[in-house]
């Protein structure tokens, strides 16, 4: 069974505060992904990795780096925390080809003063 | 761009009742997308419900399905008889191998559906 867990859950953080989101995946996929999810908005698309070492700029980067330290982990990183990121963020990992599924983890909610 | 645009939530059916959530989509730079439809319960993540990868073509899953219609350019999930536990939030998203096969997928906005028993 494919397995996605982020950390923390929760996180309250104030204004100009450096934020870290964890995300951990068992799926040994190559490719994983940081989404945030904005009432009225789909899921938009933050950074990607191909792999270890890997990040790429999905379509909204500004204001977020992304760090892939091994295959298993993936991280989003707030260096300068702002209310407009107050939002609900999804992890997810998943593999190449025509038949691709993201495996998406359970959400870290983030709350910015 | 690519975009995604489903019914307006929420959505309150009976239990019993049939239920359709409507979607359609703009691929503009995608000449064969992918259709998909995720699913996320209470506390949990996003989970794959169903998926279409070619036109024409019906997916099915949980007493669920939708049809991949190219020419209306629409992906409607429907169910004969929803179950209070089918409540959730529904995501039409659209997919293509994109330059480098990252996969990309574009979302709907969700749809939150509550189910009255």
């Known amino acids: 069974e494919a397995a996605v867990t982020q950390s923390p859950r929760n996180k309250v953080a104030v204004t100009g505060g450096k934020v870290t989101l964890s995300c951990n995946q068992t799926n040994n996929h190559n490719n994983m992904y940081w989404y945030r999810q904005d009432t009225g908005h789909g899921l938009r698309l933050i950074h990607y990795?191909?792999?270890?070492?890997?990040?790429e700029k999905g379509d909204i980067p500004d204001g977020y780096k992304a760090s892939r330290p091994s295959q298993e982990n993936f991280s989003l990183i707030l260096e300068l925390a702002t209310p407009s990121q107050t939002s609900v963020y999804f992890c997810?990992?998943?593999?190449?080809?025509?038949?691709?599924?993201?495996?998406f983890g359970p959400g870290t909610r983030l709350t910015v003063l | 761009g690519d975009s995604v645009t489903q019914t307006e939530g929420p959505v309150t059916v009976s239990e019993s009742e049939s239920l359709i959530i409507n979607c359609t989509y703009s691929a503009t730079s995608i000449a064969y997308p992918n259709l998909f439809w995720y699913v996320r319960y209470p506390g949990e993540g996003l989970q794959l419900l169903l998926k279409v990868i070619t036109a024409g073509q019906k997916g099915s899953s949980r007493g669920f399905e939708a049809t991949y219609n190219k020419e209306t350019t629409s992906f409607h999930l429907q169910k004969a008889s929803v179950q209070e536990s089918d409540s959730a939030v529904y995501y039409c998203?659209?997919?293509?191998?994109?330059?480098?096969?990252?996969?990309?997928?574009?979302f709907g906005q969700g749809t939150v559906l509550s189910v009255i028993p």
């Open positions: 997810a990992s998943g593999e190449l080809g025509p038949l691709y599924e993201q495996y």
């Open positions: 990795s191909y792999g270890a070492g890997s990040t």
């Open positions: 998203a659209l997919g293509e191998m994109a330059t480098g096969g990252n996969n990309k997928l574009t």
